[in-house]
């Protein structure tokens, strides 16, 4: 019936329709509920069970847990700084209430953006934007302001994705870009300890508050004195930070809901295990040289496995620093890539205690060198050939 649909109102939409000025939007909406029979008319291709769409849904489901999780976490935060009692249903409705307008403002930018380009282009819409729409509100804290928001998408889109050609021709992962566009130009509205904690009222739940103070452990640890890192150590409860019932930005506190996109991912090969690996080997190589010799800092003498599961290391570590896209093609270029991501992004959190979080600079900083780390694996893989020819 679908497909029947969709041939019966597809001439309003070619040349000489009357709709023919949207043909973009028609193709994209065609494509993604139907898969497409179109095939190539020359040369020998490969064909794959699954397209592009295909896979950026299934990285959206994967993504699920973690969302789910991050809008009832939203709740517990608001109604335990305001002493209350609230049933876990109303936790998550008043997470879900904060956090669906940023999903759909990340969307109506993003897509608008998308299509508007891809009608003026005449092309048709890339898939790319399913999975950035998503992650782009599950990095940001709950207080980010949806006009802020829409700014930071809008910039994404343009700068770091459809200047340089659109999905698959990108050098940056562009929620990550979203990400530093709002750290760097609106820096109070994303560090400090203002920020984690809802203050707003919505559908009569919850209540309306006043600035609230309540930092993440990482940006406690980055404010504490060493003389007093003893007790702060002595105070750090890893079973909480694995399941996430912690202040930080709505989709990385659980270890547990990442986890289960990370098994997606594999499961479906759609993510690279050496990537995800490398990136906790490297991690953890470094926070344990940190705590063997680090600085005098309460930062550096976190515990290395705590360093795995606090922040947005995990969430990094599973769905940004796999993308295909951004990271390295080459099977041995992918340990390389992930373990300095990892080794990076502990060592931005214990040197630089402005920005006790380290992991999207890490992956924006190795999403520079994966081309070159690439052309050394594949130049290196010619000259043994040519060796062996000789």
């Known amino acids: 019936m679908l497909h029947e649909y969709i041939e019966k109102i597809r001439p309003h939409f070619e040349e000489g329709g009357k709709l023919k000025a949207f043909r973009s939007v028609f193709d994209g909406f065609e494509t993604f509920l139907l898969v497409p029979n179109t095939t190539s008319k020359s040369g020998v291709s490969i064909h794959d069970a699954i397209d592009s769409k295909r896979i950026m849904s299934f990285v959206v489901i994967a993504l699920m847990p973690a969302l789910l999780f991050g809008m009832y976490n939203i709740g517990l935060q608001h109604y335990s700084y305001i002493h209350a009692e609230a049933s876990h249903l109303t936790m998550f409705l008043y997470g879900l209430c904060i956090t669906l307008p940023k999903i759909v403002v990340s969307y109506a930018v993003g897509l608008g953006i998308e299509f508007t380009v891809a009608q003026w282009k005449h092309e048709e819409i890339q898939e790319g934007y399913l999975v950035t729409g998503m992650l782009i509100p599950m990095i940001v804290p709950v207080n980010c302001p949806l006009w802020m928001l829409a700014l930071a998408v809008a910039f994404s889109v343009i700068f770091a994705k459809e200047i340089y050609g659109g999905t698959g021709m990108n050098i940056f992962n562009p929620a990550l870009v979203a990400r530093a566009f709002l750290f760097f130009a609106y820096p109070s509205k994303m560090s400090g300890d203002k920020v984690w904690i809802s203050t707003d009222q919505v559908f009569g739940m919850g209540k309306?508050?006043?600035?609230?103070?309540?930092?993440?452990?990482?940006?406690?640890?980055?404010?504490?004195?060493?003389?007093?890192?003893?007790?702060?150590?002595?105070?750090?409860?890893?079973?909480?930070?694995?399941?996430?019932?912690?202040?930080?930005?709505?989709?990385?506190?659980?270890?547990?809901?990442?986890?289960?996109?990370?098994?997606?991912?594999?499961?479906?090969?759609?993510?690279?295990?050496?990537?995800?690996?490398?990136?906790?080997?490297?991690?953890?190589?470094?926070?344990?040289?940190?705590?063997?010799?680090?600085?005098?800092?309460?930062?550096?003498?976190?515990?290395?496995?705590?360093?795995?599961?606090?922040?947005?290391?995990?969430?990094?570590?599973?769905?940004?620093?796999?993308?295909?896209?951004?990271?390295?093609?080459?099977?041995?270029?992918?340990?390389?890539?992930?373990?300095?991501?990892?080794?990076?992004?502990?060592?931005?959190?214990?040197?630089?205690?402005?920005?006790?979080?380290?992991?999207?600079?890490?992956?924006?900083?190795?999403?520079?060198?994966?081309?070159?780390?690439?052309?050394?694996?594949?130049?290196?893989?010619?000259?043994?050939r040519l060796k062996r020819a000789k």
């Open 208 to 384: 309306d508050l006043d600035v609230v103070s309540s930092a993440t452990p990482l940006g406690q640890a980055a404010n504490t004195a060493f003389e007093n890192s003893a007790e702060f150590l002595g105070s750090m409860d890893f079973s909480s930070y694995v399941i996430g019932t912690m202040p930080g930005s709505i989709g990385e506190t659980s270890v547990i809901a990442i986890l289960i996109g990370a098994f997606i991912l594999l499961w479906t090969k759609i993510a690279s295990w050496r990537t995800m690996v490398s990136v906790f080997i490297g991690g953890a190589i470094v926070g344990f040289l940190f705590n063997v010799a680090g600085p005098q800092t309460t930062i550096a003498q976190i515990p290395w496995y705590d360093h795995l599961v606090l922040g947005g290391f995990c969430f990094g570590a599973v769905f940004m620093a796999t993308d295909p896209v951004t990271s390295c093609r080459t099977e041995k270029g992918k340990y390389i890539y992930g373990f300095l991501i990892g080794a990076l992004a502990i060592t931005i959190r214990v040197l630089n205690p402005g920005y006790p979080e380290g992991m999207m600079l890490a992956i924006l900083f190795m999403n520079v060198f994966a081309p070159t780390i690439d052309y050394c694996f594949v130049n290196n893989n010619i000259n043994k």
